[in-house]
Each structure stands twice: as C-alpha cells, then as structure tokens.
C-alpha cells in the first residue's frame, strides 16, 4: 500500500491555494548603498485578515536577491514553504521584524541592510556586508502561534551559510 499525506491545513484554505498558484516573484534587488541598519516594507499584493505579531508562526514562499539581481535562495522551485517564528531571533532581525503586520495572502517586499540581515559573514552565496531583499507571500499565519504541517519545521530551518542561504540566523 503507497501511503498517502493529506494536504496541509491552512487557515484560509482558499487563499492559500490562491497564493501556491502564483508565479514566484521577482524582487526588485537592493541598491548597493543600502544603509546596513535598513529595514523597508512594502505590501506589493494585499492579503487578507488579522496581521502576524511577535510569537505567531509564519508560513512563507519566498525569493531573496542580491544587488546584482543574483538569487540566492528561494522556496518556491522546492515546494517547500519556510515557518517562520516572528520575534524569537530565529530569523534575520530583517524577517523578524519585516514580516510584523503581513496578513494571509500577502505579498510583501522587503529591502534589508546588511545589520538586519547577514552582517560581516561570509554565508557562501552572500558576500560580507551585503543587503538582500526578498518577496514573500504569505500563506498561512494559525491562530495561536500553531505549526501547521507541510512547512519547513522551525527546527528544521536552513540556517544561512547552508545550501542557499534561507533567512536564518
């Protein structure tokens, strides 16, 4: 008997599918003089409902970029959506604090300095010193901080410096 998975249990069923039936972005990449203690958001497709807060766990398809337009990661060609927890210094101080407010179905740019992001390290992919900028949409944000299944596991997060180099820390 092949075993079979059930899909994953979003909050918004319907929006999420919305959202996984998107083309992934294409980032508008970092000036190279970014200021390293930046931190810019823009809301590039509205989403729906409450917004995330500091604890929540956040599900999100994501593509980030450097100043020269080099993607350096991203979840989409895998099929596998990053859980981010907000707030607890999982992530990049860039996620942690960037993705505060975004709502189901977001799209949201955004343009982090190299403080906020990946400082002085060398992360492979991302030279030292270097602002990234990602596009996330956001799939799903549960009630209560819960995971929800079918997501990278916030234990399991890539850490950056790892193949690609996903928003952690």
């Known amino acids: 008997t092949v075993p079979t998975t059930e899909p994953p249990a979003y909050t918004n069923p319907e929006l999420a ?11 508008t990449p970092p000036p190279e003089d970014t200021a390293g203690d930046a931190l810019e958001t823009t809301t590039v ?15 999100v398809h994501y593509v980030g970029v ?4 080099t993607t350096f990661d991203e979840s989409w ?12 210094g999982a992530v990049i101080p860039g996620w942690d604090e960037g ?7 977001e799209r949201r ?6 403080d906020n992001a990946y400082g002085e390290a060398d ?41 690609g180099a996903a928003p952690g820390r």
């Open 109 to 114: 740019h955004l343009l982090i300095g190299a």
């Open 66 to 69: 450097l100043s020269d337009g």
């Open 17 to 27: 599918e919305e959202v996984l039936g998107r083309e992934p972005p294409e980032p």
């Open 99 to 105: 993705l505060i407010g975004a709502t189901i179905g």
């Open 123 to 163: 992360q492979g992919a991302i030279p030292p010193n270097s602002p990234p900028a990602f596009d996330g949409d956001v799939l799903d944000i549960p009630p209560g901080g819960r995971r929800r299944a079918g997501g990278t596991p916030v234990a399991g997060v890539r850490r950056a410096g790892a193949a």
């Open 45 to 59: 497709i509205e989403g729906e409902g409450e917004g995330a807060q500091a604890g929540d766990i956040v599900t």
């Open 77 to 88: 060609s895998r099929g596998e959506p990053f859980q981010v927890p907000l707030g607890q």
